[in-house]
């Protein structure tokens, strides 16, 4: 079948398998490979995306159903050279140590910054309760995403 989507702002249309569930789409098909695949069993969340702004498990998700939306991957974060604030979050709290759940992790911290500009650390730790980190202990995580928060508020017009 052929589906048509925008991933990372730009439209396509692919022939696709109907059973491709979208994490495949976009590390096999589109080479995004950003996009961690993990669990097998859509517990762990390494495989987050945004659909029209919301994080979704791409491996919950077939590639015909994101037909008409629009996909952002961990490779649209990073603009001409400057990193996303969450991105850059994680760089200065140390909110990573292996990397694999991360970028789930930032794409979904995003959808909460962008829902939300001042969360709570409560409301940062049920926005990433859907994600396994192995690694760190969730601490770092938080504090990067809060360092996020405070200085996109800090570079908002007006502030």
Request: aromatic letters at 4%.
């Amino acid at each position: 079948m052929q589906v048509t989507m925008t991933v990372n702002g730009e439209e396509l249309t692919r022939e696709i398998e109907p059973r491709l569930l979208l994490v495949h789409f976009l590390r096999d098909t589109l080479g995004l490979t950003g996009t961690h695949w993990g669990c097998d069993t859509s517990n762990c969340g390494v495989c987050v995306v945004l659909m029209d702004g919301e994080p979704v498990k791409s491996c919950t998700v077939l590639a015909a159903m994101a037909g008409g939306h629009e996909i952002r991957t961990i490779e649209s974060m990073e603009q001409e050279g400057v990193l996303d604030p969450v991105q850059q979050g994680f760089t200065e709290e140390h909110g990573l140590q292996c990397g694999f759940c991360t970028p789930g992790m930032i794409m979904t911290a995003r959808a909460l910054l962008d829902r939300n500009p001042h969360p709570s650390d409560a409301e940062i730790r049920e926005a990433i309760s859907g994600q396994i980190c192995r690694c760190t202990g969730y601490t770092n995580i938080v504090k990067a995403i809060r360092w996020a928060a405070e200085h996109e508020a800090a570079a908002a017009p007006g502030s």
